[in-house]
């Protein structure tokens, strides 16, 4: 049978920069240059989409994976919901 594997990659990466736009620009240019030119990544695995978010370590790091928890509890609950 074929099947179809939904994969997801996650990472976090410390950067010297102004803002949290410019952070998130260093590290999104950095990746899709990586991705474009991985043969491997672009025609293998098929890479489709790159997101990322920065915010300062600490409160705003609290509150980020506090929300990330929220929301996965969240479709934890739907998905069981479904299986009725």
Same mark, same amino acid.
Do not use: R
């Given at each position: 049978?074929?099947?179809? *594997?939904?994969?997801?990659?996650?990472?976090?990466?410390? *950067?010297?920069?102004?803002?949290?736009?410019?952070?998130?620009?260093?590290?999104?240019?950095?990746?899709?240059?990586?991705?474009?030119?991985?043969?491997?990544?672009?025609? =293998? =695995?098929?890479?489709?989409?790159?997101?990322?978010?920065?915010?300062?370590?600490?409160?705003?790091?609290?509150?980020? =994976?506090?929300?990330?928890?929220d929301?996965?509890?969240?479709?934890?609950?739907?998905s069981?919901?479904?299986?009725?």
């Amino acid at each position: 049978m074929d099947y179809k *594997v939904h994969w997801i990659i996650d990472g976090i990466m410390n *950067v010297d920069a102004n803002s949290k736009e410019d952070a998130e620009k260093i590290v999104q240019e950095k990746l899709q240059n990586f991705v474009k030119n991985s043969d491997d990544l672009m025609n =293998f =695995f098929i890479a489709k989409s790159i997101q990322g978010q920065a915010y300062l370590p600490g409160t705003e790091e609290n509150e980020n =994976f506090k929300k990330e928890d929220d929301n996965s509890s969240d479709l934890k609950n739907e998905s069981n919901q479904d299986d009725t």
